[in-house]
């Protein structure tokens, strides 16, 4: 074999098929926490998610969000090119003392998923009348 053969590039096949391993992609979805005297409102953006597929736990002071995009690709017909693989999100978040863990509330519209974490009557905010 001569340098000029070394040098030579090998010959690309060409295939409309370009199969790769499969894998999921985590991702750490973007929240805004926003606070009102009586309760936490966390919303979490998760696009692309059933609502079926959210996972929302309570487990001592850490909130859990689990959710699962799917696979797109369904039937038998012959995928040419993967781009949208399937997606995990996953977020925690530690709950202060502050937050009643019997009066936690999630709603999902629109890709967004809304918890909104009800604070104890202890840290509301009253008004203390004067006698």
Do not use: C, W
Not at 17 to 44: C, G, L
Not at 68 to 74: E, I, P, S
């Amino acid at each position: 074999m001569t340098r000029k053969d070394l040098m030579k590039r090998p010959e690309k096949k060409e295939s409309v098929v370009q199969p790769r391993s499969y894998y999921e992609r985590r991702i750490v979805p973007p929240v805004d926490i926003i606070e009102s005297d009586n309760h936490y409102t966390v919303q979490v953006d998760m696009p692309g998610v059933n609502k079926e597929s959210i996972d929302l736990k309570v487990d001592s002071d850490t909130l859990r969000v689990r959710a699962y995009t799917g696979d797109y690709h369904k039937g038998d017909a012959k995928l040419h090119r993967r781009e949208i693989i399937p997606s995990v999100y996953e977020r925690e978040f530690q709950l202060g003392k502050e937050i009643d863990r019997s009066k936690i509330n999630g709603e999902y519209d629109n890709g967004v998923l809304t918890i909104t974490l009800q604070k104890n009557e202890s840290v509301k905010p009253r008004e203390i009348h004067i006698k």
